[in-house]
């Protein structure tokens, strides 16, 4: 089958059966049509027998699942039996432009006008995946950086060596050694693709004579072996913004591997590594801190001093706080660009001394035997399984 028996051939309807049709529905249309059309069934009969070849090609194409996509895909594009060949106008939707003939689409293939258009599309950009010819995007490149905790929250302003490729600077990307330039490649005559049928399309792929250039370097650069490229490192001062976490990947537009033929240059993708912090760690934009307070601190209350990374704060512990109760200072996490900002949370922590003086263990004791009335654990009698 051709590309434009996918325009205008209506398989489906060869068929008998509906768009959605599943492939056992669009089988046994097949082999009922087939049943009663088959030349053996219908001898001398001109009609039956076109009829049997229609069939047969419809149930070709839909029973590939391959070949049943592109058909779809190409009739989507087109117009579902949108043209027709003919007489002028035919077929087209609105009643026809005067003087447009389907077939002088498809018959131009030579001449440069919209038969290339169409016949480039089914060969390279549709169904062929052909390689472009004109700009192209270069390449992301990544790399990665290793801050510390503090200059993670700070923001921070760091080297980054790279690696990249682009134009050899001898040959200026022509590939040929100075003095000396290349030829049109007599292969695929300066295209870069060539192309082979199968199945009825024409699919197009890099040229191999040329590697897809379209020109033959014959003296070949000494500095890029005619490739046309070299390789280069080069160091970038790349700003990491305040509150990156770690993980987080940050893009600088642009900063990437060049274009090719005038193309954009790619991005440049930096994945931010983060040390732990010795006291904080991270929840988002909260930032977390364990504080240890004496049993007296938590019971009689008392001000605390707070580590936080714009300086030191004062928390107000209330009496009666218990070991693991988390206070909440609000603002004082970590910033974002823009202004926000998270929370800095502080985890009281009751410290039990390991050693104690003879003041302290008779202070203690006092303390027990003053409060020996009241048992913290008595809820736990009254638990049952």
Known sequence: MSARDYV????YAALGVPKDATPSDIKKAYRKLATTLHP????????????FKEVSEAYDVLSDETKRREYDEARALFGSGGFRGGGPGAGYPGGGVPGFDINDLFGRAGAGGLGDAFSGMFSGGLFGGGRGRGPRRGADVETDVTLSFGDALRGATVPVRLTTTGPCGTCRGSGAAPGTTSKECTTCHGAGVTTRNQGGFAFSEPCRACRGKGRVVEVPC?????????????????????????????RLAGRGAPGERGGPPGDLLVTVHVTPHELFTRRGDDLLITVPVT???????????????????????????SSGRTLRVRGRGVKRSGGRAGDLLATVQVAVPQKLSSDAREALEKYAAATAGDDPRAHLQEVSL
């Open 8 to 11: 205008e051939k209506d398989y």
């Open 40 to 51: 053996d069934k219908n001898p001398d009969d001109k009609a039956a027998e076109e009829r």
């Open 222 to 250: 000494p500095t890029c072996a005619g490739q046309g490229v070299a390789t280069s490192e080069k160091t970038l001062n790349v700003r990491v913004p305040q509150g990156v976490d770690d993980g987080q990947r940050v």
């Open 295 to 321: 049993f007296a601190e938590a019971a009689l209350g008392t001000l605390l001093t707070v580590p936080t990374p714009d300086g030191p704060v004062t928390v107000k512990v209330p009496s009666g706080t």
